[in-house]
């Protein structure tokens, strides 16, 4: 955790986030509140402020946190020898606070996503596991360990808040490095871009949460639903329990094979796609560097809410996003102005979207 106040020290901030991610990797609640209340105290300490982390309550609260971490994968981080000769993704950005939020419709049908596993029955092999909510007028796409990560954080600042009688909350003085399920490396923008479908109007507008130190970024572009040229074929397999049907087209550069449920009329389908008759439950493209699977269904009412984190986000263009996004995951390094990192090797970047 760090203050606001010595942000933009850069040796600082080199010592603090090395030491972070080192508590990262060892899952446990005790290096992680330590931090929290390492900070809280400093701010404090005017009040006398006391940490007591041997309560009853704190320990209830690093049980449940230590639960909650303990099967995480280790990230690698670029200020660590160990990750020298492999090449990285730009680093995880802070836990956000989620708490604040507009209802913008109520969803009827929830599909959960398995993002480019390896083991469609282990949810640990996943990149990640995202959420398509399909309402009346609105439809969402995001990743649910993303939210997932966030919300725990969001809950535990809140609880800290209760026992301290402190009103800290996350990006207002107090940052906290995110944990997060599933397999993947650092951040990906199909990991932290939120897309939303306006079906009345036929707008789809994507918010792009940016890594680590780049929050200023942070941009969101609106443009008219994009459709699919699918042709439909004849051949059949089943997907948790549907019968679904083969269909093919090229979008944006790359070729894609999907497989749509014929018992779920339902025009839609993970991240970008949909215009076939029936429900999308799996699509990848050809290389197969983009899998989505439906691994699971839920028939109910919930809210589908855009975050009041996006006020603050820049309006763009789709293709001028794209020359961002590729600045930063070429230059990363350079544009954070992290020089003293071990490993400046950074993953090429492949987007869905080659046109």
């Given at each position: 955790?760090?203050?606001?106040?010595?942000?933009?020290?850069?040796?600082?901030?080199?010592?603090?986030?090395?030491?972070?991610?080192?508590?990262?990797?060892?899952?446990?609640?005790?290096?992680?509140?330590?931090?929290?209340?390492?900070?809280?105290?400093?701010?404090?300490?005017?009040?006398?402020?006391?940490?007591?982390?041997?309560?009853?309550?704190?320990?209830?609260?690093?049980?449940?946190?230590?639960?909650?971490?303990?099967?995480?994968?280790?990230?690698?981080?670029?200020?660590?020898?160990?990750?020298?000769?492999?090449?990285?993704?730009?680093?995880?950005?802070?836990?956000?606070?989620?708490?604040?939020?507009?209802?913008?419709?109520?969803?009827?049908?929830?599909?959960?996503?398995?993002?480019?596993?390896?083991?469609?029955?282990?949810?640990?092999?996943?990149?990640?596991?995202?959420?398509?909510?399909?309402?009346?007028?609105?439809?969402?796409?995001?990743?649910?360990?993303?939210?997932?990560?966030?919300?725990?954080?969001?809950?535990?600042?809140?609880?800290?808040?209760?026992?301290?009688?402190?009103?800290?909350?996350?990006?207002?003085?107090?940052?906290?490095?995110?944990?997060?399920?599933?397999?993947?490396?650092?951040?990906s923008r199909y990991l932290f871009s939120e897309f939303f479908k306006d079906l009345a109007k036929n707008e789809l507008t994507e918010y792009c949460r940016m890594p680590e130190a780049l929050k200023s970024y942070e941009s969101y572009y609106t443009e008219p639903i994009p459709t699919q040229n699918w042709q439909i074929g004849s051949e059949t397999k089943t997907i948790t329990g549907y019968q679904c049907q083969k269909a093919t087209c090229s979008f944006r550069g790359r070729n894609y094979t999907a497989w749509f449920a014929v018992d779920i009329p339902i025009s839609q389908g993970p991240w970008k796609f949909g215009g076939l008759p029936g429900l999308i439950l799996n699509v990848y493209d050809d290389a197969q560097e983009y899998v989505f699977e439906c691994v699971g269904i839920e028939q109910q009412k919930h809210p589908i809410i855009l975050l009041d984190n996006y006020k603050s986000y820049r309006k763009t263009m789709r293709t001028e996003l794209d020359k961002t996004l590729k600045r930063i995951c070429e230059d990363y390094y350079q544009i954070t102005g992290m020089t003293n990192v071990v490993n400046k090797q950074l993953s090429p970047y492949k987007p869905m979207e080659l046109e």
């Open positions: 955790m760090r203050s606001n106040t010595i942000e933009n020290s850069k040796e600082y901030y080199g010592e603090w986030r090395t030491k972070c991610l080192s508590q990262i990797a060892k899952r446990t609640f005790l290096a992680i509140a330590s931090c929290v209340l390492m900070t809280m105290a400093g701010f404090g300490q005017k009040q006398n402020f006391k940490v007591e982390m041997n309560s009853k309550e704190m320990i209830s609260l690093r049980e449940k946190s230590e639960a909650r971490v303990k099967s995480l994968q280790k990230q690698l981080s670029p200020y660590d020898a160990n990750s020298r000769g492999k090449a990285l993704n730009p680093m995880l950005p802070d836990c956000r606070d989620v708490s604040k939020f507009s209802t913008i419709d109520q969803g009827t049908l929830r599909i959960s996503y398995a993002f480019n596993a390896q083991n469609i029955s282990d949810p640990n092999t996943y990149d990640d596991l995202q959420r398509l909510e399909i309402g009346n007028n609105y439809v969402k796409y995001y990743s649910y360990y993303v939210y997932e990560s966030d919300s725990c954080m969001t809950a535990e600042a809140k609880e800290m808040n209760r026992i301290y009688h402190t009103s800290f909350s996350l990006g207002n003085g107090v940052s906290i490095a995110m944990t997060i399920n599933g397999k993947h490396q650092g951040w």
